[in-house]
């Protein structure tokens, strides 16, 4: 028997799972591009800030398309854009695979960038659907699906990319193809969700219409959000993008043990982002923001000064802290704006992007001036914008 939204006691499991899988994939692939950095960087010889530049085509592409995807979807919503998207990941892979000069590399990485795009504001909908009000926890589901993937994708380059070539990439053709077939799935039950909602009457309670809070309080607590988003993505870029440089220049490992050590750090992420999930629901996003922003900032400072045990030990927890920052940020900006759920979901997911874009740009000339060491010592200052946190008002969720 079919479920109807208008029956549902508890958050859609199987929606959920499924999103979270079509989440690891897509996310899997987008890691793939930083985890062929050093190869990149030796096979067109390249500095930092043209590494950081392959970053940029992927995220910046990224940032400008998604609120746009996610505001024509609010006005009409289209369940399969999601596997239109990942057929320009897919063409992006073979381009990948096959360049012979850095500007298809740019190109191949901006495909990729799209099919994110299309991706995630579209997933943000159909998961806030599936979830039954347990926010926190359908966002942690659906978060541990792309941290997951992230954390994957360095493993997969190291086993599969760096041994064979960077014409291996093709391989990943097979999981874009998975990956469709998942989205397909996702697309159509969405679909028969809503038909039965429509004809079910809209018997469940409309979602509300319209701001919680006046416009300027709004714009304010929007504003101090992107800054928080800033600061966690731009120091989560130092790790994403350069933290095996940074290991293999302090403390002379090899190129397979530095993309382990960052396999352990994204994996670890996973955990963090569904315990923090599950807290925001308890305790509201307001503490676990606090927390997973700020509270960074001790084990941060102390990182550039450990030794290769205690750098482990310390990104570890610098990742299950600051984990849970995004989908609680996410969440605390929809509550904002529960009318404009895929345009809030495109704006952070795509300033998400944008921003550790420009980040990996911008760390990438200071490594050039002052060295990869001394940048991740300057980088560990960046959670204390998690003060900001002081500024953001109690909306009636937190309240409640």
Do not use: C
């Amino acid at each position: 028997m079919t479920t109807t939204l208008a029956t549902v006691q508890r958050p859609l499991l199987p929606l959920l799972l499924a999103l979270s899988g079509a989440h690891f994939l897509n996310d899997l692939i987008s890691s793939m591009i930083p985890a062929t950095y050093p190869l990149l960087k030796e096979a067109y010889r390249l500095d930092f800030v043209q590494v950081g530049l392959i970053t940029v085509a992927f995220q910046v592409t990224a940032s400008l398309l998604q609120p746009i995807v996610g505001f024509l979807t609010d006005r009409k919503q289209w369940p399969y854009a999601m596997v239109v998207g990942m057929g320009a990941t897919l063409v992006g892979l073979f381009l990948l695979a096959s360049a012979t000069q850095y500007a298809t590399v740019l190109v191949s990485a901006s495909l990729i960038g799209l099919g994110s795009a299309v991706f995630h504001p579209e997933a943000t909908r159909m998961e806030r659907h599936a979830a039954a009000g347990q926010q926190g926890f359908a966002q942690g589901v659906f978060q541990i699906g792309g941290h997951a993937g992230i954390a994957v994708g360095p493993l997969l380059a190291a086993v599969i990319v760096v041994p064979y070539g960077l014409t291996s990439i093709a391989w990943m053709s097979v999981v874009a193809l998975l990956a469709m077939v998942v989205m397909a799935w996702t697309g159509a039950r969405y679909a028969e969700m809503r038909s039965a909602q429509v004809s079910a009457g809209r018997s469940r309670p409309a979602a509300p219409t319209q701001s919680v809070l006046p416009g300027r309080r709004v714009l304010m607590a929007m504003t101090v959000l992107v800054l928080l988003l800033m600061s966690k993505n731009a120091y989560t870029a130092t790790f994403t993008n350069y933290y095996t440089f940074y290991l293999m220049e302090r403390f002379g490992v090899t190129l397979q043990l530095s993309q382990f050590m960052l396999f352990l750090y994204l994996v670890v992420g996973a955990l963090g982002v569904i315990v923090g999930g599950v807290l925001g629901d308890r305790f509201g996003r307001l503490g676990v923001i606090w927390l997973s922003i700020l509270g960074t900032l001790p084990f941060a400072l102390l990182l550039p000064y450990a030794n290769l045990f205690w750098t482990g030990a310390l990104s570890v927890l610098i990742s299950f802290i600051i984990a849970s920052a995004f989908s609680s940020i996410l969440i605390y900006a929809i509550d904002l704006v529960p009318h404009r759920v895929g345009m809030v979901g495109g704006l952070f997911y795509g300033l998400s992007f944008g921003l550790g874009g420009v980040a990996a740009a911008a760390l990438g000339v200071l490594a050039d001036q002052i060295g990869i060491v001394a940048m991740f010592k300057h980088a560990a200052w960046l959670p204390a914008l998690g003060l900001l946190t002081f500024f953001l008002p109690r909306t009636p969720h937190e309240r409640a």
